[in-house]
């Protein structure tokens, strides 16, 4: 099997737990599709598993990626899926932990499927997981954990830059982006500065900063609800995405 794709991910579907649900039912054209998707969606947080938990090369680290969804395609992982056991995020990962653990009983599992799961194992989307992977206090759980929290948010910005875009409100997120984004670990800029280079007034920036912050929590908390089942489980995946991000 291929083992670096760089296939275009699609759009987020509007609602998760519904294409999780699609992908459950049957063997169908919808129901392959969805499931190729769930992969897309989730080949991030399984690769950053599989990748400290067995501490081998990003190629390996690819190959059993490759490996898990075929089981999760080819198998009968969704089949076995409830919400009573908790969210699909948990699942997964509970899941991904018991291939790592039996993956060595059957040397051939990575034959199967061929290249009907096509998700886009990008060279460059792998780099930016490394810093994962020194650091030899990252529990594999935590590693899914903290990629799909890292996903979550990188999903809901790049849905807010779009949506500012489409709006001619290119100038809120370029303030956003010198603001909160740029700046890494050097002081933020201030207004004045971020002002003069949109040619707007210090206001507007001050404006443009909370407009971009609201529907950011707003964007967030969509994500959030997409995979989930029930409303209940929101406020507590969203704090779990908040102290994952703080810590790191």
């Not at 291929?2 to 169908?28: H, K, M, Y």
């Not at 089949?79 to 040397?107: I, M």
């Amino acid at each position: 099997m291929e083992s670096s794709l760089n296939v275009p991910c699609p759009g987020f579907p509007s609602t998760r737990w519904s294409l999780i649900c699609q992908a459950r039912a049957s063997d169908s054209g919808p129901s392959r599709e969805a499931l190729n998707i769930l992969c897309r969606l989730y080949w991030k947080p399984v690769y950053g598993f599989i990748r400290v938990a067995r501490r081998i090369p990003p190629e390996e680290a690819k190959d059993l990626t490759q490996g898990f969804f075929v089981e999760l395609v080819e198998g009968e992982m969704l089949a076995r899926y409830s919400p009573e056991r908790g969210s699909f995020r948990t699942y997964l990962r509970g899941a991904v932990r018991l291939y790592v653990l039996e993956e060595h009983r059957d040397a051939h599992r990575l034959k199967r499927g061929g290249d009907r799961v096509a998700i886009p194992l990008n060279d460059g989307e792998c780099r930016s997981m490394e810093d994962l992977i020194p650091d030899a206090e990252t529990a594999p759980d935590a590693a899914f954990d903290i990629q799909w929290a890292r996903d979550v948010v990188q999903h809901a910005m790049d849905d807010l830059q779009q949506d500012l875009e489409r709006e001619g409100k290119g100038a809120y997120f370029r303030a956003f982006q010198k603001y909160e984004l740029d700046r890494a670990d050097s002081e933020a800029p201030t207004y004045d500065v971020i002002a003069q280079e949109l040619g707007v007034k210090a206001t507007d920036v001050a404006n443009y900063l909370k407009h971009c912050r609201r529907e950011m929590r707003r964007l967030i908390s969509e994500r959030i609800r997409d995979y989930v089942s029930e409303e209940s489980e929101i406020g507590p995946e969203l704090e779990r995405l908040r102290g994952l991000l703080a810590s790191h």
